[in-house]
Nanobody, 127 residues
Framework: QVQLVESGGGLVQAGGSLRLSCAAS????????MGWFRQAPGKEREFVAA????????YYAISVKGRFTVSRDNAKNTVYLQMNSLTPEDTAVYYC????????????????????WGQGTQVTVSS
């Protein structure tokens, strides 16, 4: 089992920045590809970003590319999501997710590809 705990959410004005963290425990973190998803009220969960186990490969949703950066520190068992130039459309609960993979290019982009999920952290962007 892998336990994931997100933190760093909050209220920010449009144009501002936040950095989300997701701390993992339970298994060898570097064996897992990691992803970020979000779900806004009344909307389906959507993919945001993913990073391979090594951190060398990343992938972003078009809506956040150029504004968000996903990274990881395997020594700290933590994955990050740096969010810049936030807009009210970024308001959602953000979730991190994990799936076992040692493929260097594996950055899964759909929810069913992941086995473990955190409880989520709320991000609210005011206009």
């Amino acid at each position: 089992q892998v336990q994931l705990v997100e933190s760093g959410g909050g209220l920010v004005q449009a144009g501002g920045s936040l950095r989300l963290s997701c701390a993992a425990s339970g298994r060898t973190f570097s064996n897992y590809a990691m992803g970020w998803f979000r779900q806004a009220p009344g909307k389906e969960r959507e993919f945001v970003a993913a990073v391979s186990w090594s951190g060398r490969t990343t992938y972003y949703a078009i809506s956040v590319k150029g504004r968000f950066t996903v990274s990881r520190d395997n020594a700290k068992n933590t994955v990050y999501l740096q969010m810049n130039s936030l807009t009210p459309e970024d308001t959602a609960v953000y979730y991190c997710a994990a799936v076992y993979s040692r493929r260097n290019d594996y950055t899964p982009r759909t929810g069913p590809e992941y086995n473990y999920w955190g409880q989520g952290t709320q991000v609210t962007v005011s206009s």
